[in-house]
């Protein structure tokens, strides 16, 4: 099993910035994808952002190419996502999440086995 603890989420005006960290715990996997997904209210599920174990490599949905970054801390079984020029629309509930076995479609939530519980990201206009 996988626990996946989520933390930085909060309330910021429009403009502003945020960093989300998510902590993993438990097994480990020799080829695994970590990343984020977004979910806001009437919305589906959507990708946001995945590191890869190796290269490692980085993949953004265009909504927030440029303006988040993803990255990770190996000693710490940590992943962060940098959250700049936040606007309304980035509002939602974001999750991390483990893809154990990473086969290259990082924007199907069908491929994440693990999931965070989840943490509130506000953004006010």
């Known amino acids: 099993q996988v626990q996946l603890v989520e933390s930085g989420g909060g309330l910021v005006q429009a403009g502003g910035s945020l960093r989300l960290s998510c902590a993993a715990s438990g097994r480990t996997f020799s080829n695994y994808a970590m990343g984020w997904f977004r979910q806001a209210p009437g919305k589906e599920r959507e990708f946001v952002a995945v590191?890869?174990?190796?290269?490692?490599?980085?993949y953004y949905a265009d909504s927030v190419k440029g303006r988040f970054t993803i990255s990770r801390d190996n000693a710490k079984n940590t992943v962060y996502l940098q959250m700049n020029s936040l606007n309304p629309e980035d509002t939602a509930v974001y999750y991390c999440v483990v893809d154990p076995n990473y086969s290259g479609r990082y924007y199907s939530y069908f491929e994440y086995e693990y999931w965070g519980q989840g943490t509130q990201v506000t953004v006010s206009s």
């Open positions: 590191i890869t174990w190796s290269g490692p490599n980085t």
